[in-house]
């Protein structure tokens, strides 16, 4: 009897000290659950072995048939969980001066339903001002006559709409929010388009796409879609990896290069990922090995906070505890391990990594699925200096195309949350910690925050 009371007060104890831990931070909405991690500096210079890549030979035009790609697999790590110091450059080797930011912008899209055809609409707050959302009217709306999934791309002069399953269309937009043209991608093929740069050094966009139709069968693509805005009826393709199962999904320029994650290794049953780097300018190929495998997050870079790295959140196969956050050396191509799933019961990152933003301040915002509390899909608050990591807001949507981004000029993060029948747009203000929400017609699809420059 003693014992059980003596372990009652313990766990009396544990909950108050829980309670305090998360009282430091007051103003964070429904801050429920905490705990410490290894702290880590953003910056890092320790890394995990066994990344480093071999560039392919360069490719003489776009298309990958006229293109002979050799093998340029990288080695694999040999113990992911073994750091590696390395010497980081000061500042990326190809960095690229950027315009300064003049106005930022938020975009988002919804669907009526993935089953409910051509129901895709996009909206648009200028300045950022929320009580000025609008659509913008598209005749015949946007996706397919089979359904609508989209995501959205934006870049300096425009934005565009990228339909995904069942559809070929890309929207474009002007940087005055009107419509401007719908482009398909190899028509009367069905593309399950995914995302989409704009390459500034050959005035090309390329698409990427986990899979595609060849005579009504459904295969893998490892390929990238390039293309001219006044030509796309020309759009060719370039095959980023030797393996075909290898399935391009997000992506993100970084200077002179495009980074594209790759899904789908062996059907899902690879222990490791990839990703692709393309040079922009000539569009010769390197691959990064990765630890863990289906990067399914956009692949997050803030310059602000860390102008030598970009980070990534991988799934791993679903449910199974071997995703991870990842910190990627854009020049070394280094890789280390930030932070790990777990399979402990009432850990906070037992689950499934999502998603991510990194605010200026350097703290890491994560959409995470966590899949023992029914499903409760929650947004974590990780600060890598202090090796705390909190849950700040539950019931998020998790599955949009892309659920949450990060504005340098507002400082606000934005991300969808569902209440029962209800989904908001939800914007949480990073410095004073105050946060806004409206409620969408439709269904979430994607959001981006575009910036226009000077």
Known sequence: MKKIILSALALILLAFLVSCEDSALPDLPEMDESMDVDAFEIGDEDATPGSESEPDEENGGNDADNQETPDSESPDSEKPDTETPYETPETPDEEVSEHEIAASHLIVATVGGYDVPMSGHVYYAKDEKLDTFKEIPVDGGMGSSDGADLNAAAWENGFAVVGRHDSSSLYFFTRNFEFEQEIQVKPDTYINMQDMVHNPFKDEFIVSA??????????????????????????????????????????????????????????????KGEIAVVDLENYSVERITLPTTNPTGKIEYNKNVDKNHIYLTTTGNWKQGDGALLQVNIDTYEVKKVLSESEEENNILDGDFVDLSIADNGDFYIIFSNNILYNDNSLLLYKPKEGNISKIDSKINAFAANPIDYSSVSGKIYYFVDEKSDTYLKSFDTKTKADEKILLDFGPAALRVKYDYK
């Open 210 to 271: 986990l899979n595609f139709d060849t005579d009504s069968k459904t295969v893998f693509s490892n390929k990238l879609f390039i293309f001219k805005k006044d030509s796309p009826e020309t759009a060719s393709t370039l095959e980023i990896s030797d393996n075909e199962s290898a399935s391009p999904a997000k992506m993100k320029v970084v200077g002179k290069k495009l980074f594209v994650a790759l899904q789908n290794l062996e059907n899902n049953t690879s222990a």
